[in-house]
């Protein structure tokens, strides 16, 4: 069974800086790209940031190009998500996500969130 | 403002059948056949129930279908139950900025 387990969220000040961690089981995590996903309170959902199996390729929406950064660990079998100069409007549940039927291009596996609440 | 435009909120009585719909351009819908729908419910996370288009991921119900149409696609669910009160969410590959794009949700609510 796949399982993806969030940790490392919480509350952080404006300008601050938080770790996100994705705990993944379940699969052949070295062949798999994964992702993050945010939901703001109330709002819909965004993709935030992916990365391939080898995690030479990264990709992000234009929000966060610069400020956060995906990486992966195959010996711990977990993905992170390093966040810097987090601003309010970063304030989301944020979902780790990976594809996995047919072409891949879903997220058919979804972590249980975890809350990042940007505020002082 | 989302990449997607969906329609705020939908209700039916149960037993009925309804269509959400979804769309967007030829950068995400209308040039892959990769839309996918997402359900909701409150607190939770999102449970894939369509991929590429028209297909179900397993113990998904057939009361459940997708299809595309040029730049939109559409959420078909039949014979509603009070369980399908939800929010649903499309979502497609693009070739913008980022790879995958979603919709602004569609809160179902079943009379």
């Known amino acids: 069974e796949v399982q993806l387990v969030e940790s490392g969220g919480g509350l952080v000040q404006p300008g601050g800086s938080l770790r996100l961690s994705c705990a993944a089981s379940g699969f052949d995590f070295s062949t798999s790209w994964l992702n993050w996903v945010r939901q703001a309170p109330g709002k819909g959902l965004e993709w935030v940031a992916n990365i391939n199996e080898e995690g030479s390729e990264k990709y992000y929406v234009d929000s966060v190009k610069g400020r956060f950064t995906i990486s992966r660990d195959s010996a711990k079998n977990s993905l992170y998500l390093q966040m810097n100069s987090v601003r309010a409007e970063d304030t989301a549940v944020y979902y780790c996500?990976?594809?996995?039927?047919?072409?891949?291009?879903?997220?058919?596996?979804w972590g249980q969130g975890n809350l990042v609440t940007v505020s002082s | 403002q989302s990449a997607l435009t969906q329609p705020a909120s939908v209700s039916e009585s149960p037993g009925q059948s309804i269509a959400i719909s979804c769309t967007g351009s030829?950068?995400?819908?209308?040039?892959?056949?990769?839309v996918s729908w997402y359900q909701q419910h409150p607190g939770k996370a999102p449970k894939l129930i369509i991929y590429d288009v028209t297909n179900r991921p397993s113990g998904v119900s057939n009361r459940f279908s997708g299809t595309k149409s040029g730049n939109t696609a559409s959420l078909t669910i039949s014979g509603l139950q009070a369980e399908d009160e939800a929010d649903y969410y499309c979502s497609s590959y693009t070739s913008g900025s980022s790879p995958w794009v979603f919709g602004g949700g569609t809160k179902l609510t079943v009379l």
């Open positions: 996500a990976k594809g996995g039927l047919g072409s891949g291009f879903s997220f058919a596996y």
């Open positions: 030829s950068s995400d819908i209308g040039g892959y056949d990769y």
